[in-house]
């Protein structure tokens, strides 16, 4: 079965740090690009990071910069999401997506529409 778990949300205070992961299974990450978003209760869906198929590039959304760290451990098949100096703002269930690409070097991106695979999302309250 094919499918990636996002875990390691929770509660955490203003300033405070998680780290998220993303576990896939029946495929490998190493064959794909990776997204991160996030969904705030009344408003879109968004992407805060990315990395690319190869894992030379990385972005980030400008509101996260600094912040937030994206990292694959291909010998675990998991992506991770370092967040730092949380905010309020950063209160949202969490979702890694993944679009499978295979031997082909390509770039990430923040369009949901490319995605394949999406988790179920892991919930980070940040309370102030």
């Known amino acids: 079965q094919l499918q990636l778990v996002e875990s390691g949300g929770g509660l955490v205070q203003l300033g405070g740090s998680l780290r998220l992961s993303c576990a896939a299974s029946?495929?490998?990450?190493?064959?794909?690009?990776i997204g991160w978003f996030r969904q705030a209760p009344g408003k879109e869906r968004e992407g805060v990071s990315c990395?690319?198929?190869?894992?030379?590039?990385?972005n980030y959304a400008d509101s996260v910069k600094g912040r937030f760290t994206i990292s694959r451990d291909s010998a675990n098949n998991m992506v991770y999401l370092q967040i730092n100096s949380l905010k309020p703002e950063d209160t949202a269930v969490y979702y890694c997506?993944?679009?499978?690409?295979?031997?082909?070097?390509?770039?990430?991106?923040?369009?949901?529409?490319?995605?394949?695979?999406w988790g179920r999302g892991t919930q980070v309250t940040v309370s102030s």
């Open positions: 997506a993944a679009k499978v690409v295979g031997s082909i070097q390509a770039p990430c991106t923040f369009r949901r529409g490319p995605y394949d695979y």
């Open positions: 990395i690319s198929s190869s894992g030379a590039e990385t």
């Open positions: 029946g495929f490998s990450l190493d064959y794909s690009f």
